[in-house]
């Protein structure tokens, strides 16, 4: 299929990389020019600008935030200038708001909108093997099947409406980081009685909690290796924010969220800036003031 | 080998069949009747009174909580009964201050004691799958090693100290509520946009969260059902607390457990007596007023 | 002194009236009608349009929250539509992310520029008795100083960026809400144990926290009392928002927040939206079922 | 009157002076030797065992925590040699379960018990200004009312029952640990945004929280002043912790409590062992690395 791909970060470019080995005919544009360079290597197409990836039948995008996304499609007039019939499939975790808006800017201008956030880190984006969220329109999530499956290791349906998609993964990242949270402070609890960290954590995730999200987090706690980051800290708590933003919208306490929150602000001000968000454990570490213990 | 077994609750039970169905000589003792008679029936022998049940070479026991250790071993005496030699093997979630206190009135008396705590339900206990955690001295869990090994599917050794066990096992029923606690929030954030929870359950649970805790309390979770308990939740709120203790004796700082104490004090003021911690999703749902929404 | 006053809430209505007491030539501009009438019987003159409130030599605004003042000066120009030598005095508690854009429009435009956020319920704005902040260049607020004072009991200077008066505000209204939340929880306790709430309350707000914020939020807690709002629990959470936004773009960890936050949200789910601040005290007593207890 | 006195920390000792300069007969007894002589150069008489304190018509104490009371009254057995008739009036700030539990033990043995607990630092109990929540049967509060008169400003009656007095100070306790929190975490938001600490601390305290608690716990935070301590952090953990006790006892959740307890944990870990409760400014201003900031 003919495809465009805009935003090739860490995670956009494995995907499209993907896609290309799938045999698509992709174009990209990224913001900045070396990843463009590298796509092309592996036979894609470069568009000098963002309009000219959009000329597909359909157009992904991984963009790391809202900003990022209201300045390329809303404010850059990417949506002004894409053929009516083409769909646009958004893979970026981004706010529940702006997905609904993102819905409603499509609709109006007779464009397609699927939602397609991912779990995965880079490794697994690479491997194709993402864990896809897919929510919009039946016929269209058809149409973009092949596509959604060259990078996936399985679709996720959530419905028709896109936003279902997006508050399914910041309910997801919420998890994660709740887990990870968890993880720190019973790791502090049981050094502080002697028990190393190692074998507390390979004990749990080795038994009950043998996923993942315990295996990977646990490890880096462990190891206290916290760079370089596998899924940064500071989005992290852009995460935690939007779910708590979607929460709100509903009126829905999230008390543990709120706990996360602050957390993840402490790292922050102590210098976890370009960690991973195992650098929780940091913080769960300097409450009990355990390395400076005798 | 001749051994005793005090405290015969729904895990007491399946583990002393085990030991049972091992080819051991086991003596059983418990408070009511009823479950003496079970294990009667597999080929255990009934002592009359509990320091009857402690003659043998090695004495497990698995009782509720710190109260029933003390009246049992402390204030009832079995302590004081049981022979020079004899190794206590105890199996039960108790306080790490309880624990510490254990280890000195058995040394004291030249007696061999084990922590022994168990991570498993009742039908993990029944097929002899424990995953057993055991702290104490090498040279008697070795002696125990074949006994240990009829209940579990591996020994996870803590080293030296008995109380190490203890902490490992309440910062993992930490970890457990802390699970369930943010799957019921994330399914609430789910729910009030519109996604149903058994679907959200579904893909968390079959993926990063592949993990037995989550899948367990996240069916119970999507399907709303509470009863019977197969983890009551007023002993998970007595494990946290178990756990706060600890971490306050070593000042350790657990705002996650602050949290989880209270949403379980909210369960149980609402009706939750009797009920599974996966209850905990009732407190997050009436939070948001999910249930009473047009 | 010829002056303008955009914005005529109940507060502003109060704080406008005392302006033409004073003596003032007060034009005032509202979005509604109804207010602007009630001055007008007092002595002000009424403008058709906001920009036309903005001639004099100062223009005092009073409007509700970011999007009012962004609507009005940003998008409807007004800033645009002053006079060069104009100071605009802003008495509402906005964001301290639009207090700083809002420092750079105006000196952009060679308007002078005063955050002066208050403290005080209507009926201490209708008496001239609140606690006003000031913030910006001291020349421009001794300009303005005779106008301050016929509302305000007292000034409390904050220095020259106007933004610190905003932080103050929003610091003081998270104090508010904490100490409700506090009195809430208090009480809650209280009455558990088989004391009334009145007989607690009386005695707390007599001694140790005789100040008028837990006299007046107890006296509603006390008598059950949630409308009509002196201060809107909705306001509440807008602000307890806006001070974790302060904190975020600093990297301030303030777990309070965290918790006032939730139970705010709690209170809306469960239908307070229209109910005073004091409206806590159900939260606190549902989560402790107290109402439904035999 | 005849009475005795228990327990001359500095609390004790100031109160037990006020009733010698009433010139009531006062038989003292402190565990340690120094506070007795201070008393006996004041008129007092000593006793060599406690036993020897409880022989007037009313006897009074003021012990640091449970564990003291218990071990004098119970384990050291003077509520067994106290006459049938005599009074005992506890100050001491304890568990509402102790609380409980001492009224049926004085009631068995024929002894007439009221709870008496305080609200003051040192220098109001030496000012005999006390404010004083007093709860058991009306006659026998009237027959010591003389006494309590003379080391209060206001006795607050609180009902029959003698653990309501308990609970109130307990929940009076959780909230001046809340103030100052809510303070510390306010302050530090407004330093971190250019504010001066004092400034805000001064402008809060003047007006909306214009009351002894916040002036007093504010003054401190300001001048970073944190020893000697007026209340020791140490024991108001353990104020928190009891609050936390009787509320779950009664399945009040209490969310507020769970984030002061681990300020408090926090705070101790970090070295505030010996200061004053408003060293919960320490963690606060840590926790956003405020003193390592440029």
Same mark, same amino acid.
């Given at each position: 299929?003919?495809?465009?791909?805009?935003?090739?970060?860490?995670?956009?470019?494995?995907?499209?990389?993907?896609?290309?080995?799938?045999?698509? @005919?992709?174009?990209?544009?990224?913001?900045?020019?070396?990843?463009?360079?590298?796509?092309?290597?592996?036979?894609?197409?470069?568009?000098?600008?963002?309009?000219?990836?959009?000329?597909?039948?359909?157009? @992904?995008?991984?963009?790391?935030?809202?900003?990022?996304?209201?300045?390329?499609?809303?404010?850059?007039?990417?949506?002004?200038?894409?053929?009516?019939?083409?769909?646009?499939?958004?893979?970026?975790?981004?706010?529940?708001?702006?997905?609904?808006?993102?819905?409603?800017?499509?609709? /109006? /201008?007779?464009?397609?909108?699927?939602?397609?956030?991912?779990?995965?880190?880079?490794?697994?984006?690479?491997?194709?093997?993402? @864990?896809?969220?897919?929510?919009?329109?039946?016929?269209?999530?058809?149409?973009?099947?092949?596509?959604?499956?060259?990078?996936?290791? /399985?679709?996720?349906?959530?419905?028709?409406?896109?936003?279902?998609?997006?508050?399914?993964?910041?309910?997801?990242?919420?998890?994660?980081?709740?887990?990870?949270?968890?993880?720190?402070?019973?790791?502090?609890?049981?050094?502080?009685?002697?028990?190393?960290?190692?074998?507390?954590?390979?004990?749990?995730?080795?038994?009950?909690?043998?996923?993942?999200?315990?295996?990977?987090?646990?490890?880096?706690?462990?190891?206290?290796?916290?760079?370089?980051?596998?899924?940064?800290?500071?989005?992290?708590?852009?995460?935690?924010?939007?779910?708590?933003?979607?929460?709100?919208?509903?009126?829905?306490?999230?008390?543990?969220?709120?706990?996360?929150?602050?957390?993840?602000?402490?790292?922050?001000?102590?210098?976890?800036?370009?960690?991973?968000?195992?650098?929780?454990?940091?913080?769960?570490?300097?409450?009990?003031?355990?390395?400076?213990?005798?």
């Amino acid at each position: 299929m003919k495809v465009g791909f805009i935003g090739l970060g860490v995670m956009g470019s494995a995907m499209a990389s993907n896609l290309v080995a799938a045999g698509h @005919h992709v174009t990209v544009w990224n913001r900045s020019e070396a990843a463009v360079q590298k796509l092309e290597s592996l036979g894609a197409k470069a568009a000098r600008t963002p309009d000219r990836a959009a000329q597909g039948e359909v157009l @992904h995008s991984m963009l790391a935030n809202d900003q990022a996304v209201r300045e390329v499609f809303l404010d850059g007039g990417v949506l002004d200038a894409m053929d009516p019939g083409t769909t646009h499939v958004n893979h970026a975790t981004i706010s529940v708001a702006l997905a609904r808006q993102l819905a409603e800017e499509h609709a /109006r /201008r007779g464009l397609g909108y699927v939602a397609a956030p991912v779990f995965g880190r880079p490794d697994v984006a690479a491997a194709g093997k993402l @864990h896809m969220l897919v929510a919009g329109s039946a016929s269209l999530i058809e149409k973009a099947r092949p596509l959604l499956e060259a990078m996936a290791a /399985r679709l996720w349906p959530m419905g028709a409406s896109p936003e279902r998609a997006n508050v399914v993964k910041l309910a997801g990242n919420f998890m994660i980081v709740s887990a990870i949270e968890s993880l720190a402070e019973a790791s502090v609890l049981a050094r502080a009685h002697g028990v190393e960290a190692a074998d507390f954590i390979e004990m749990m995730t080795g038994t009950l909690f043998a996923a993942p999200v315990y295996q990977i987090y646990g490890k880096a706690i462990a190891e206290q290796r916290f760079t370089p980051p596998g899924f940064e800290l500071s989005l992290g708590l852009k995460d935690v924010m939007l779910a708590q933003d979607a929460a709100r919208a509903e009126r829905v306490p999230m008390p543990l969220a709120g706990v996360l929150r602050e957390s993840l602000l402490e790292a922050l001000a102590d210098g976890a800036e370009g960690m991973d968000l195992a650098a929780l454990a940091l913080v769960s570490a300097r409450r009990a003031n355990l390395d400076r213990r005798a």
